[in-house]
């Protein structure tokens, strides 16, 4: 079975400083996307960026960056110039691309600002 | 609609209690599914529809849990003689059907109290 593992409970940073959230996977697949999802206090679940497993390029969505380690199952998250509005808890997410759609979440880092 | 509605927001219950957790995905999305997700916790899956066909429900705790979605669009879910282990926040999401249609769009969610 899938398993998706964050082992950072609760990050904090600076304003205007980067930060990495880590995230670490487990699975027989070789087909496969990974996501970062925010959620704010409101609940709602939002995409932040998305990787496809036999891309070798890490993708990038302006402020946000992923290092995409495939061999090791690693796929960490880097926030660059943090803003106070990054504040959210971070779940790192795996699903197969053929067959089942389901998203396999982490347990989630909670990120903290400091102005 | 403009994205994912869920209703009610917030639910309390008396344990023995049914409930019924309604969603209203994005018009045209294929696929929908069911999340729940524990206090501080990562959601986890229930159940997933194709339009009006439920594909996987192995994510169903028990066999008070019970999803549908008649006529491939809104989406109920009831749980049955509710116990307090049942408190979590139910999670909807829809999307398109296909390998390059990735993304899941989540609804705020209902947040359920039993007592």
């Known amino acids: 079975a899938q398993t998706v593992t964050q082992s950072q409970p609760e990050m904090s940073v600076q304003e205007a400083e980067t930060v990495t959230l880590s995230c670490t996977y487990d699975?027989?697949?070789?087909?496969?996307?990974l996501f970062w999802y925010k959620q704010p206090p409101s609940r709602q679940m939002i995409l932040v960026i998305r990787q496809e497993a036999y891309k070798q390029q890490n993708a990038t969505e302006n402020r946000f960056s992923v290092n995409f380690q495939k061999a090791a199952k690693s796929f960490s998250l880097k926030i660059s110039d943090s803003q106070l509005g990054d504040a959210a808890m971070y779940f790192c997410?795996?699903?197969?691309?053929?067959?089942?759609?389901?998203?396999?979440f982490g347990q989630g880092t909670r990120l903290t600002i400091n102005p | 609609g403009a994205g994912v509605s869920q209703s009610p927001r917030y639910k309390v219950a008396k344990r023995g209690q049914d409930v019924a957790l309604r969603c209203d995905p994005i018009?045209?999305?294929?696929?929908l599914f069911w999340y729940q997700q524990a206090l501080g916790q990562g959601p986890e899956f229930l159940t997933y529809?194709?339009?009006?066909?439920?594909?996987?429900k192995s994510g169903l705790p028990s066999d008070r849990f019970f999803a549908e979605r008649p006529e491939g669009s809104v989406s109920t879910l009831k749980i049955q003689r509710t116990q307090q282990e049942d408190s979590a926040v139910y999670l909807c999401?829809?999307?398109?059907?296909?390998?390059?249609?990735?993304?899941?769009?989540f609804g705020p969610g209902t947040r359920l109290t039993v007592l």
């Open positions: 018009s045209g999305h294929v696929s």
């Open positions: 997410a795996y699903r197969v691309i053929q067959g089942a759609q389901k998203l396999v």
């Open positions: 999401a829809s999307s398109r059907s296909g390998r390059f249609w990735y993304e899941q769009f």
């Open positions: 529809f194709q339009n009006e066909a439920q594909l996987d």
């Open positions: 699975t027989s697949e070789s087909d496969y996307y």
